[in-house]
C-alpha cells in the first residue's frame, strides 16, 4: 500500500492532521527552493520527534574521504556530498518559561500544511495545548524568494486562546550543524564569525577542504497590537547566535514575528565583502516587507507557470502530480549560473550526494528546452564542456590516454566522485547521454553553434574513449565491450551490453558527421579544434572501423536484441509471477540473488528504442517492448516515464496512463517506501516528458515539430506549451480533436500524425 495521506488538489499540496510517522517524508514533500538555496520542510520552532533537518546552497560541496572494505586503484578518492548549510529559519519558543514543542505538546488539533504551487509558498497551521496548558493556534508562512534569491522569508504568528502568557520568541542561526549523510562524521563547516547588529545576526563560516565562503543572515521583528517589540537580547555560542524578544500575551491577541534569512556566497560575490552583502539583501527585503515581497513572489511564479503549466481536466490526482514535478524542477534549476546543475534529490535531501548524474542530458534538457528559451539548456550543455579536462583526467586514471574524456558518474566539480565500482568503472555509458544531449539541443533548439564552439571538442573526447574501451574479437570478428554495467544496474559486469554498444557505434558516426559539418561550415573553429585536439584523418579511420564492426548481440529465437551477452541463460520468470511479498526486491533479495535473475531496473534496452526511435519500426518497438516490459521492476525512478512514452506510441493508453500516474506521484504517494531520504528530482522531467512526448506524440521529424496527439480515458482534456525555436506553441487535446495556437510573427509548419498543418500567428488550428 502506498502512502494516501496527501489530499488531492489542483494547486496544492496538502496534508491535514498531525501523525509523528508522517513527518520525514512530509519535510521531502513541503520542500522549498529557488534555484539558489533549498530547504526541508522542517518546522521552525524545536520538535524532539524524528526528523531529518537540511537546509542546502546550490553548488557548495564537501569531499567525503570514500569508505570501502578494500582500497582498490582506480576508485574515486572522495564522494562529493552536498552539505547540510547553517541553519537560518530556526525559531525557539517559549511559553511561560516552556520551551515549545508539538511531539511533547498534550494535544495537536486542526494541523495543516499547505504547499501552494501555483504562488510558491509553504503554510502550516495548527492548534496545540502546550504541555504547561496554555492552548495557541498557530499559523508560518514561509517562501524562498525568486526575486532575491539569497534571502527567504518567514511570518510565525501565534494566538493564545486561553490565558494570559509570556511569550519568548527566539530567531536562531546556527552552523554547527552536520550532515545526514557522512562517510567518517567530518566536521563539514569551520565558523569563523559570529556578529550581531540591532535586530540582525551573521554567521560567518567556509567549507573545510573546499573553502567555499558563506554569510548565513537573518532579521527579526516582533509585532504586537500593531506595534514591534523592542528589548532585543543577543545570545550566542562560538557557532550559533540568537535575538530574544519576550512579550506578555493577552489571552485571544495575536503576535507575529518576521523573520528574513539566507547565505551570501563568495563565489557569487567575489569582490563584495559577505557581511555587507548580506545587509544590502537586508535592507531591500525590509525596504519591501513581507507582504510586498510575498507579492513579487507570487508574480514571479505565475510568470514561471504561463510558460511551464500542464493543464489536465478531469483527473485530479493525475493534475495534482505534474503540477508538483512541474514546481520542483523549477525551485531546483532556474538556468541563472552554467556552474550549477540539478542534482538527483535537488534542494530536498542529501542522498546520491547532491550531485550531478547523466540524467540531466537524457531527462531533464528536453523540458527545460521546451519550457525556458534555449540559453537554459545551453548552460547545462556548457557545464560539462567546462568539466571537459576533468573528464579527461578521469580517463586517465583508469589507463586511458589520448584525450580520451570519460565523463563521471557522479560529479559537481567535473571529478569522478561515486564510491561504488561497479558504477564509476563500467556504467559508462553516460558518456553517449552527454553526446545525445547534444544532437538533442540542436535538432530541437535549431541552434548549431554550440557544436563549433564547445559541443565537438566533448564529441572527440567521448569518441576517444570509446575507440580505446573496445577490443576486436577474433571468434566474432567484432569489437566487442567488455564489463560494463548498462542502465539496468541489477546487471554489473556484464559484457556487451546491447545499449552501451549502440550507443558509442552512434557516438562515433555522430562524431565523424560533425567534424565533416564543422569543416566545411566553421573552417576556423575546425582548424582550432584539430590545433588543440591533434587529431588526425588515420584516427578517424580507426574510429569507423570500430563503429561498422561494432558487436550487437540478437536473439534470433527471440527476434530481439539481447541486453547483454548470456540474457537467455537466466531463469526468466516474469515480474507477475513473483509473489508480491518478495516486491521491492532491492529490499527483499540479497544483491547476489539481484545479480542471477532477469529483472531489470529501468529502462535498459528499451531506453535505446527511446533514444534511437527512428532507427526502428513500430513492430521493433512492440516486440522489445513485449519481450523485456514484463522483466521490468520499475524499481528506478527513471524508468516508468519511458515506458510511458513507448505504450504511449504503441497505443497502449490505459498502460501509459498507469505508468505515468506512477511517474508523476512516484513520491506523492511514495511508491519506492523512500520519499523521507528526499525527491526524485531528475525523473520529474521524466514525468513531462510523458504527457508531451507520450500522449502529446511530440517529435522533430525531418527539422519539423511533429505531434501525434492521444488522451487517456480518465482525461477530458489537456494542454502544455513548448517553446519551439523562440516560437511558443499551445497544444490543447481533447477526446474530438487538437487546438494549436502560435504566438509570434512568423508562421510555422509542424506535422500532425504525419500531415502538414500550417499555423498562423493568432490564429488558433484545430485538427
Known sequence: MNQDYIKPDNWCIIEEGFDKENVKSSESIFSIGNGAMGQRANFEETYSGETFQGSYIAGIYYPDKTRVGWWKNGYPEYFAKVLNAPDWIGIKIYINDVEFDLATSKKVSNFRRELNMQEGVYTRSFQA???????????VKRFLSLDIDEVGAISYTIKVLNTDAKLIFEPFLDSGITNEDSNWDDKFWNTTKVTASENRAFIEAHTMKTEFETCTFMQAELEYNGEQVSGISVEKTDSFISLKFEQLVKAD????????????????????????????????????????????????????????DIVIEGDVKAQQGIRFNIFQLNQTYLGTDSRLNIGPKGFTGEKYGGSTYWDTEAYCIPFYMATKDDKVARKLLKYRYNHLEKAIENAKKLGFSNGAALYPMVTINGEECHNEWEITFEEIHRNGAIAFAIHNYFRYT????????????????????????????????????????????????????????????????YTLTQLD?????????????????????????????VATKMYLPFSKEHGVFLQQDGFLDKDLVRVNDLPKTERPINQKWSWDRILRSPYIKQADVLQGFYFFEEDFSLEDLEKHFDFYEPFTVHESSLSPCVHSIQAAKLGRMEQAYNFYLRTSRLDLDDYNKEVEEGLHITSMAGTWMSIVEGFGGMRIIND?????????????????????????????????????????????????????VALLPGELTTV
Open 517 to 545: 559539418k564543422v569543416k566545411s561550415g566553421y573552417p576556423d573553429d575546425y582548424h582550432r579544434i584539430i590545433g588543440k585536439t591533434q587529431l588526425t584523418d588515420r584516427e578517424c579511420e580507426k574510429w569507423k572501423k
Open 446 to 509: 535549431g541552434d548549431y553553434s554550440y557544436i563549433p564552439e564547445m559541443g565537438l571538442e566533448v564529441l572527440i573526447g567521448i569518441s576517444r574513449f570509446w575507440h580505446q574501451r573496445v577490443n576486436l574479437s577474433k571468434v566474432k570478428n567484432k569489437f566487442v565491450m567488455l564489463g560494463v554495467t548498462g542502465p539496468n544496474e541489477y546487471e554489473n559486469n556484464v559484457n556487451n551490453n546491447w545499449y552501451t554498444n549502440y550507443l558509442a557505434k552512434w557516438c562515433i558516426n
Open 704 to 756: 519539423k515539430l511533429s505531434f501525434k496527439p492521444q488522451i487517456p480515458n480518465q482525461w477530458t482534456a489537456y494542454s502544455f506549451k513548448v517553446n519551439f525555436r523562440n516560437r511558443i506553441i499551445k497544444v490543447n487535446v481533447t477526446a474530438k480533436n487538437t487546438t494549436f495556437l502560435l504566438t509570434g510573427n512568423e508562421e510555422v509548419t509542424i506535422r500532425v500524425n504525419g500531415k502538414k
Open 253 to 308: 491577541s495575536t503576535i507575529t514575528l518576521t523573520k528574513f534569512g539566507g547565505y551570501t556566497v563568495k563565489r557569487n560575490r567575489p569582490n563584495e565583502e559577505l557581511k555587507q552583502a548580506a545587509n544590502n539583501s537586508l535592507d531591500k527585503v525590509s525596504a519591501l516587507g513581507f507582504d510586498q515581497l510575498l507579492q513579487k513572489q507570487k508574480d514571479a511564479w505565475a510568470a514561471i507557470w504561463e510558460m511551464s
Open 129 to 139: 495545548v502546550s504541555s504547561n496548558n496554555v492552548e495557541i493556534d498557530v499559523v
